[in-house]
């Protein structure tokens, strides 16, 4: 892949002030694109960002934010000098207990990713309604509490998540509407998930349409409530 293009991109963002992508194995072994940047730019907003305008695939799995490129003696970025993306100093918020530690690495193993921080976001890591299946049911398994994959609007962070499995007396409750983007200026988008489905499946077209746009999901189950009424 050519990386100049990926690395081009970011420095189209004014908050970006220096860039470098490079392929790095993860501990799968499978190598994945890894993006250094220099600059105030959050990952979650560059990533929104490479998804407007770049393919999937181009999207790097990880950000790390440094203070300045390292450089060789020619004055060239030494890419063999770049950070490991795994070190906890890479940017992530590691756990902070035993349960945090314990759905960090289901949300690693899910999403082949790491390190995966307490407060990144399950959807701006790359999450799905595919991959929420196989991680609710790895926390049920591991954790013996069993979570509906909807819970993932409500907590798509380990810390929110931890957070909820702490308290025995949770449980979801949806309203009619849910805004899935809340804000923005154009006008208010409305969408209801089809028959069989819930809001989670709608959760990747905001992402889409960008943050201007506000998206509201309304779920079968209150559609259907409403129809009755």
Same mark, same amino acid.
């Given at each position: 892949?050519?990386?100049?293009?990926?690395?081009?991109?970011?420095?189209?963002?004014?908050?970006?002030?220096?860039?470098?992508?490079?392929?790095?194995?993860?501990?799968?072994?499978?190598?994945?694109?890894?993006?250094?940047?220099?600059?105030?730019?959050?990952?979650?907003?560059?990533?929104?960002?490479?998804?407007?305008?770049?393919?999937?695939?181009?999207?790097?799995?990880?950000?790390?934010?440094?203070?300045?490129?390292?450089?060789?003696?020619?004055?060239?970025?030494?890419?063999?000098?770049?950070?490991?993306?795994?070190?906890?100093?890479?940017?992530?918020?590691?756990?902070?207990?035993?349960?945090?530690?314990?759905?960090?690495?289901?949300?690693?193993?899910?999403?082949? %990713?790491? +390190?995966? @921080?307490?407060?990144?976001? !399950? #959807?701006?890591?790359? /999450?799905?309604?595919?991959?929420? =299946?196989? *991680?609710?049911?790895?926390?049920?398994?591991?954790?013996?509490?069993?979570?509906?994959?909807?819970?993932?609007?409500?907590?798509?962070?380990?810390?929110?998540?931890?957070?909820?499995?702490?308290?025995?007396?949770?449980?979801?409750?949806?309203?009619?509407?849910?805004? %899935?983007? +809340?804000? @923005?200026?154009?006008?208010? !988008? #409305?969408?209801?998930? /089809?028959?069989?489905?819930?809001? =989670?499946? *709608?959760?990747?077209?905001?992402?889409?349409?960008?943050?201007?746009?506000?998206?509201?999901?309304?779920?079968?189950?209150?559609?259907?409530?409403?129809?009755?009424?």
């Amino acid at each position: 892949m050519e990386t100049a293009e990926v690395e081009a991109a970011l420095l189209a963002n004014p908050a970006v002030r220096e860039a470098v992508v490079a392929g790095r194995p993860d501990r799968f072994g499978e190598t994945r694109l890894v993006a250094y940047v220099v600059g105030e730019a959050s990952p979650a907003a560059l990533r929104t960002e490479l998804r407007r305008t770049l393919p999937a695939s181009m999207v790097p799995s990880v950000f790390v934010r440094i203070d300045s490129l390292p450089l060789t003696s020619n004055g060239k970025v030494d890419r063999s000098a770049l950070p490991d993306p795994d070190s906890p100093s890479a940017g992530a918020h590691p756990p902070r207990d035993r349960l945090e530690v314990c759905l960090a690495a289901i949300w690693e193993e899910a999403l082949k %990713l790491r +390190p995966v @921080g307490i407060h990144d976001d !399950f #959807f701006e890591l790359g /999450g799905d309604s595919i991959l929420a =299946l196989e *991680l609710v049911s790895r926390v049920e398994s591991v954790c013996g509490r069993r979570l509906p994959i909807s819970a993932l609007l409500e907590a798509p962070t380990v810390a929110r998540q931890a957070s909820i499995l702490r308290n025995a007396s949770w449980s979801p409750a949806w309203p009619a509407i849910v805004a %899935l983007q +809340p804000h @923005g200026h154009r006008p208010g !988008f #409305f969408c209801a998930a /089809g028959a069989g489905t819930d809001v =989670l499946s *709608l959760a990747e077209l905001p992402r889409h349409l960008g943050l201007d746009q506000p998206f509201m999901a309304c779920s079968r189950r209150a559609r259907t409530a409403s129809e009755r009424r």
